[in-house]
């Protein structure tokens, strides 16, 4: 019998990506509540009490309701809002986290779809620090740019609307106060909270992020190849795992490292670049913020969920 995958937001930027997604896997039955009874109140709870796994694409607040309306102990969950990414009983749904964090999303019955800002500055940094390299306390800095997807309905469609006159560059979250912040510093293992200096661009989707270390201050001072050689071994070790570390090279610019490279797929690519004799570096990820960064990352904690489940 084929899995029931309900979709709680399907008409979302993530929602639809997933269905996508999601269109040709004969493996699945898609279920969707009937356009006529989308204004029934009863309708909701019903599919998501149907569903083998619900995938919730929806604000905050709805999707704490969406989990209250459950009321088997059958359904499994993966949310892909902020409301649960940092909850108890919520397993981070980050898969190349660490070498058992696939067994954990597969056995979950609860999965918190990790952001997108987050999983770049995680993947380049818990690394470093499980491995003794970068110490938990060290004051992060986070640097990036996404396309104008990750701001969702309202900015796609003000940016889509404004054609040129639409701005190349904006800063945001310049209250530093970013939604991101407690599961960036939860789950890179950090013990207080980095800024964050995002920026929107004037491009569909994709994104980089950039962590600027200045090493000198270390007690032992890493040089640029030991840090990529712990990421290497790092991702290399997980079954599975959509994460690439890109070689070390010392050079002035590598013309493809660009935020849409990695569009329209789930994957992650990490680079470091580094001057030792200044002991500084940079800890750079590229991916897809509607793919690895959110529907992407949301269909392959659905794989993991069900292969758990056979």
Request: hydrophobic letters at 40%.
């Amino acid at each position: 019998m084929k899995p029931k995958i309900f979709i709680d937001g399907e008409h979302g930027t993530t929602g639809l990506q997933i269905r996508a997604l999601l269109a040709d896997r004969a493996d699945l039955e898609i279920i969707s509540v009937p356009a006529e009874r989308r204004k029934e109140a009863s309708a909701r709870a019903e599919f998501l009490n149907a569903a083998d796994v619900a995938i919730l694409c929806l604000p905050d607040d709805a999707a704490r309701e969406s989990v209250s309306l459950i009321s088997n102990g059958t359904t499994r969950v993966i949310d892909a809002s902020t409301a649960h990414r940092v909850a108890d009983g919520w397993e981070y749904g980050f898969a190349e986290m660490d070498r058992e964090q696939p067994a954990r999303i597969a056995a979950a019955m609860r999965v918190a779809n990790p952001g997108c800002w987050p999983q770049g500055p995680i993947a380049t940094l818990r690394p470093l620090i499980a491995a003794g390299l970068l110490p938990g306390d060290y004051p992060v800095t986070v640097n990036g740019i996404s396309g104008y997807s990750g701001g969702g309905r309202p900015m796609i469609e003000d940016y889509e609307a404004r054609g040129d006159e639409a701005p190349e560059f904006l800063l945001y979250g310049l209250t530093l106060k970013h939604k991101h912040l407690p599961e960036l510093r939860r789950y890179a293992g950090l013990s207080g909270d980095p800024i964050m200096q995002p920026a929107v661009g004037n491009f569909a989707q994709g994104m980089i992020t950039v962590v600027p270390l200045q090493l000198g201050a270390l007690p032992r001072v890493p040089k640029g190849a030991e840090l990529h050689a712990t990421l290497a071994d790092h991702f290399s070790a997980i079954e599975g795992g959509v994460v690439e570390v890109a070689p070390y090279e010392v050079v002035e610019r590598v013309p493809d490292l660009q935020p849409e490279a990695c569009n329209g797929t789930n994957r992650m690519k990490l680079h470091v670049f580094a001057n030792d004799d200044r002991a500084q570096a940079l800890l750079v990820a590229v991916y897809d913020n509607l793919g690895k960064g959110a529907s992407g990352a949301a269909v392959q904690n659905l794989d993991l969920m069900l292969a758990g489940r056979r």
